[in-house]
């Protein structure tokens, strides 16, 4: 994960002047002199570059981690009952869905009515605009021939369930059926319809103010394991929708009680179907109090050690997430007992082993005290052996690496030989896109937080390649990251009169590139890139 801080801010900050002059300010020594003389320095700062690349740096740790989010649908489906095709919906259904009539029959307290409706909305939340059945796979051929429906009598269905889904007075009415006393069967099948609702409405807020939330306080601990398991499928629903709704899922201390219940392990469906509720709800992307996760965090660790890989991988991306929004948390994680040991045994797992690789890139960002945890346990050779067999976890085990070498850059260069060089070359060459992308990046960090004496080795067509070519990935981060070490290289083979490199650079197409990114929208990669071209122009003139 990038921390908040970005690492490549201590190192320096660039901007142009009027006459397209870039000047580059260094903020430490990670760099001799020679770096320096590079561009001329001023005493002006560019708070919008470091925060720029600060939020670049958010962003490409949400867009590399493609969350391999746990869904609930299949847990479901074993427990929960499916409202049966064969209702007076295919009929003829769109008057019941009247939204005065349907709140109607809900405040009649009639249960065979509410029932009835409630099946009716199920099974036509289940019909697209093209009659397309979600679960078609279990719809035999008799069913399909009764459901048939021409699509002007769908749309008709679909409009009409709109209608009821933004009506105030319906949705109060359902809400207050949760504190009913109905029939546990009809208890199910309420939660059941507002999970269908919800998403579906945009009265989200207003729909939780009626107090659906507060309701599952009481139903989530039900006896009855379906009205538990509905209840969890509503929570998750709702923080994935809501932030709002997740909120007040927090404030109610809902998330609390849904750890305490899968710490129980009672049962294994109910125990996934918790876990995975909680990563929904740390993986809403909005604001969430960070005092709520901080407390989180012991709760969670407990649950580090369940016996479904489900759950595992579920309460594992829950650190994930939360490491995402505060970073700092990261000390708080290295506190739990073992879990450097715990997370390097998960690599072990491939069910596991992707989760276990973002949480510990987010964890890499930290202490040199804490990063040597992981290097005594040898995190290193799990790194290059995925970097070696594992096209899958290759991308992956790059950026981990990258972000060790931006944290501990004096603990890391070491481990980075020419031998090594040339594998993460040559694996670059032969990956995909994904891959390409992390190793340009990883070479690149390498490059600008190692000792000039290093750099002559980079000065090779293969190198100059790979950077000219993912010029072209569309991360503005890595775009940055390449042209500035493109810079580096190019200066530093100006100096030593190694004109061959300008060769490489043009041979590589890069004129091409650049002019490309000179017409993009970004400010810092258009700037940058002007620069470079001036750069690569001379230095073939001369």
Known sequence: MRDIHHPFDDLFFCYFDSDQKMTIRRRSSVRDASFEELYPTTDDDNDSISSYQQQLRCSRTLNLRQ???????????????SASLEKSLLLNPIDQFDPNLSTQILQSGNEIEIMSLFDEIQIASNFSISNTFPNSNQINNSQLNSVSINNSKN????????????????????ANCLVMSFSQALQVSLLQTI??????TSLKEEFIDYGICMSLFDFISSDYLMISMASIQLIDLICEYSSYGRDAIVCLGLHTQMMEIASKETDLNLTNACCVALQKLFCNPDFIDPSALIQCVKPLSNLLYLNSKVALQAVVECFVEMTNKIP???????????????????????????SALKLIGNMSMSQPSQINLMLNRGIIQKLLYFIGTSSTRASESFWVLSNMVESVPQM?????TQSFLDNVIQTAKDSTIEVKKEAAFFISTVIIYSEDSTV????????????????GCAVTIIVLRCLDTLMILLHFSINQAQTVFSSFMIDCDIIDRLSELVEEQTPMVTERAIYLLRQVDQAKQS
């Open 67 to 81: 969350n391999s989010k746990n869904s609930l649908n299949e847990i479901f489906t074993q427990i929960l009952p």
């Open 155 to 174: 749309v008709g269905i679909q409009n009409s369930l709109t209608l009821l889904f933004e009506s105030s007075s319906f949705l109060e009415s359902l």
């Open 195 to 200: 999970s269908v609702i919800f998403p579906n």
């Open 456 to 471: 002559p080795y980079f000065l090779q067509y293969d190198v100059v390649d790979l950077l000219c070519e993912m010029l």
């Open 412 to 416: 890391l260069i070491p481990f980075i």
């Open 328 to 354: 700092s948390l990261v000390y708080a994680l290295f506190e739990i007992d073992d879990i450097v040991v715990y997370l390097i045994n998960l690599l072990e797992d491939d069910a596991l082993t992707e």
